[in-house]
């Protein structure tokens, strides 16, 4: 019996062994201290969109308008983007939509399906398959003036032309002063955009203006040129 103890004893230790060597050396190399990490610093969560804009994301989804929701972010210098959603789907294609506030997005989403497609299908004939755009978050000054422009505050889009299932294309640059129904569409959706945006922009306002429309949502009153 004693024999048999012994025994049991040796194989324990030969398998106490094998399993150390299958660790590759020792558990805790020789010469080195090892310390206890310190737990990682959990990332303080962003704070909740404010109750304004819950309810505008809200909206968007009620009106069946894809987009998805970006976090707050400080660029410096007073630039930001913040309660801002990037649209993806308003029922018409549109280029370069980047971070929009969402108040921004969707009066743009609203005056797009609203405001422009039945207005070129009644006065031109035609279903608008894509409007183009110059982009919206942009870190930069209001030209001429030192004051950041609400494009930098992702507040502001400008719209340069719109694309036809018929092929045509309406640019505010080449067709602002165009043919008469061409002009009376430009017209019609620029007054649209007057009852929807605080602020909106055509070549009438200036020459910086002479090839798009700009559109934001800053100030306090509403100012149309």
């Not at 809200?58 to 913040?82: E, H, I, R, W, Y």
Request: proline share 6%.
């Amino acid at each position: 019996m004693r024999d048999v103890g012994r025994a049991a004893l040796w194989a324990i230790s030969g398998i106490s062994a094998l399993a150390l060597a299958g660790c590759g050396g020792d558990l805790v190399p020789r010469g080195r201290v090892v310390s206890t990490p310190k737990p990682a610093r959990s990332a303080r969560p962003a704070p909740p969109p404010s109750m304004e804009v819950r309810q505008c994301m809200a909206k968007l989804q009620s009106q069946s308008v894809a987009f998805t929701p970006l976090p707050d972010q400080n660029f410096g210098g007073g630039c930001n983007a913040l309660g801002s959603v990037k649209l993806l789907d308003i029922g018409v294609p549109a280029t370069n939509l980047g971070a929009m506030t969402c108040n921004l997005a969707a009066n743009f989403a609203a005056w797009a399906r609203y405001g422009v497609q039945p207005a070129a299908r009644l006065i031109l004939g035609a279903e608008i398959v894509r409007i183009e755009t110059f982009g919206t978050y942009n870190c930069r000054p209001i030209a001429g003036s030192g004051k950041l422009s609400e494009h930098a505050h992702s507040n502001a889009i400008d719209v340069s032309a719109f694309v036809l299932s018929d092929g045509r294309r309406i640019s505010i640059e080449r067709d602002w002063n165009g043919d008469k129904r061409t002009r009376q569409f430009l017209e019609v959706i620029h007054a649209s955009a007057c009852k929807r945006f605080r602020t909106v922009l055509s070549p009438n306002y200036n020459a910086a203006h002479h090839d798009h429309f700009h559109f934001d949502m800053g100030g306090r009153g509403g100012f149309c040129r």
